[in-house]
């Protein structure tokens, strides 16, 4: 099977513009989470999808939101981008949700300048 | 609030040697525990996880080590290689978390020829 993919792999934006990216789940897996990573935050949670509903979201202002679609694929949107937004933004896929292996994609790496 | 306290944030060892990292936890709801490798420029992969009615796991050269009782739970890589050489994250996820699993900080495992 195809592991999880995120396109694009790369972005470059700067203060104020809006971004959103894009997670495909390895086939038959209809749950999709988000996690930002960075150097002095770690891996936080973003927020988790599961047949096109969130069920979970982390502590995160307003300007972060996603959705998922009924091919379980999902894309996450940063609107009114901040310098401190700079991160890897990391898609993990699971078959269900709770208590489930997390499969990770190789991320997107957002720049904000 | 870190909910997964990890230790060492970086430690070098030689070929051959034991790579141990230990992680410690306070809430007692989560069930769930696995370790993720990460190398640079990419996703977290799952490596061994492990539920709290088991006090250990092996898989090839990787172990968990779980106290429930003292709320720790360690991983032994055994016979280190350079090929193992990356960051490693503990993680724990609640019964009742849609898809958040909370991460430690991360150990920068370096093994040294």
């Known amino acids: 099977k195809a592991g999880v993919t995120q396109t694009p792999r790369y972005l470059i934006k700067t203060r104020g513009q809006q971004v959103t990216l894009s997670c495909s789940p390895i086939?038959?897996?209809?749950?999709v989470s988000w996690y930002q990573q960075t150097p002095g935050q770690g891996l936080q949670f973003l927020f988790e999808y599961f047949s096109e509903t969130q069920r979970n979201k982390g502590n995160f202002p307003g300007r972060f939101s996603g959705r998922q679609f009924s091919n379980s694929r999902s894309e996450m949107n940063v609107s009114t981008l901040e310098l401190g937004d700079s991160a890897l933004y990391l898609c993990a896929s699971s078959q269900k949700s709770r208590g489930e292996t997390q499969y990770f994609g190789p991320g997107t790496r957002l720049l904000v300048l | 609030q870190q909910q997964v306290k990890q230790s060492p944030q970086s430690l070098i060892v030689q070929k051959g040697g034991i790579s141990i990292i230990n992680c410690a936890y306070e809430?007692?709801?989560?069930?769930?525990f696995p370790w993720y490798q990460q190398f640079p420029g990419k996703g977290p992969a799952l490596l061994i996880a492990i539920r709290p009615d088991v006090s250990e796991k092996k898989e090839g050269r990787f172990t968990i080590s779980f106290n429930k009782s003292a709320k720790q739970f360690s991983l032994h890589i055994m016979d280190s290689q350079p090929g193992d050489s990356a960051t490693y994250f503990c993680a724990a996820s609640r019964v009742d978390s849609w898809g958040k699993l909370q991460f430690g900080a991360g150990t920068q495992v370096v093994v040294t020829p």
């Open positions: 086939s038959g897996h209809r749950s």
């Open positions: 809430n007692t709801a989560f069930d769930y």
